[in-house]
């Protein structure tokens, strides 16, 4: 059986609760329980007034239902005391209003850092931390219900890529307090802030050290939610057998597994010699026609192998569009022209697809019984002036 799959049986009545025999009704689904997101930087300035991207809104809403919005900590305060809470408060609620799960990310990292951080001493540094993850979720509870609680520990305390080659507050702060402290210190402050919050821990590294972490954080006691694991793709599909080994491995803490950042290119792949995605640098990087044949095969590939794993939760797309697209890389389903590539229509036909209940007429018994089956989610049946809200779960 289809661990997505599952079905409800619903008895409608009328106003005077008598039940609504032998009667048409439509059903359709209105959210999948998976988690099939993307980020929504590229919709702040839409959100907020500054820019007509209804399209964009168009496409994106078409396809996702969760939303990713960047706290980069040195982009949302770049001046101490000065958050950028209202313009993120905007987009969070023009996402939520449409439908849309809100999730942050990150709340502790050592990279995108607040530079005005690096010069205080490491109690100061300690206790701003701790203020900033509190500030976050206490600011957006009830828009932002989930969290990357901490982003990229593995390599955190060791981290020295800086101009000077000393590490910053944050990487300076992981050293003295050990990964698994830092890891408690960023849960258990969001935890205190907002006890109904999903926390996931989230990283690039997926060898052992990754598996370190957070064997070392459980075994303290630190309550994890999820496990997010990053998969960009600039180099090559991974294929299905090592996404489904990497899925296995972590599936074993028993944690639900999120696939928080996934890419693939539609252009040129980047060499493989390349160790730091970041390193790679060019004048430009465009989409091909034959690149943009090859993301529609591996997104569908990808889709299919994650989803079919019990242990997987979300996907997380890591661009709608190729404007502003993470190191310049054609991985948008998007070109920068706004067009759709191959890419979007194969993830819409999954996605609003074949993994979607349209809307559907249905005859209820009887006893005014209907059966719905399909992807756990959300469904709403109709009936002239009455409606219902039902879930398969």
């Not at 982009?75 to 209202?86: I, K, M, S, Y």
């Not at 313009?87 to 023009?94: E, F, P, T, V």
């Not at 800086?162 to 408690?184: F, Q, W």
């Amino acid at each position: 059986m289809n661990p997505r799959t599952g079905s409800v049986e619903v008895a409608l009545t009328d106003a005077t609760g008598a039940p609504l025999a032998h009667r048409e009704v439509v059903v359709e689904q209105v959210r999948h329980a998976f988690a099939f997101g993307n980020i929504g930087f590229d919709l702040v300035p839409h959100a907020n007034g500054e820019a007509d991207l209804a399209a964009l809104a168009r496409d994106w809403l078409g396809l996702f239902d969760t939303a990713t919005l960047p706290f980069y900590w040195g982009q949302f305060e770049p001046e101490r005391g000065h958050p950028r809470t209202a313009r993120l408060l905007a987009a969070a609620r023009w996402f939520a209003e449409r439908g849309v799960r809100v999730k942050g990310h990150p709340l502790v990292w050592h990279t995108v850092k607040a530079p005005w951080l690096d010069a205080l001493p490491s109690d100061e540094v300690e206790s701003l931390v701790r203020a900033r993850v509190t500030r976050e979720v206490t600011d957006f509870a009830g828009l932002v219900d989930t969290w990357d609680a901490i982003n990229e520990v593995a390599i955190m305390p060791d981290f020295v890529n800086e101009p000077d080659g000393v590490p910053n507050a944050v990487s300076r702060l992981a050293r003295e307090l050990g990964r698994t402290g830092i890891v408690r210190l960023a849960f258990e402050t969001a935890r205190a802030a907002g006890p109904g919050a999903t926390l996931l821990i989230n990283d690039f590294d997926l060898s052992e050290r990754y598996e370190r972490v957070i064997a070392d954080a459980l075994d303290a006691g630190v309550r994890i939610d999820a496990i997010g694991l990053q998969t960009h793709m600039h180099q090559g599909f991974r294929g299905e057998e090592q996404l489904l080994e990497v899925a296995d491995r972590f599936a074993r803490y028993g944690l639900p597994l999120h696939f928080t950042e996934s890419s693939l290119v539609s252009g040129d792949l980047m060499p493989r010699e390349i160790e730091d995605l970041n390193d790679y640098v060019v004048d430009a990087w465009p989409s091909t026609p034959e690149g943009e044949e090859r993301q529609a095969d591996e997104i569908e590939r990808l889709y299919r192998t994650l989803t079919g794993h019990p242990a997987v939760e979300a996907i997380t797309y890591w661009g709608i569009t190729d404007a502003g697209a993470w190191l310049g890389a054609p991985i948008g389903l998007l070109r920068a022209d706004g067009t759709r590539k191959p890419a979007y229509d194969r993830l819409h036909e999954l996605i609003r697809g074949e993994w979607w209940l349209a809307p559907t007429t249905r005859r209820t018994d009887g006893e005014g019984r209907v059966r719905i089956e399909g992807w756990k989610g959300d469904y709403r049946i109709a009936a002239g002036d009455l409606s219902r809200d039902v879930a398969i779960s």
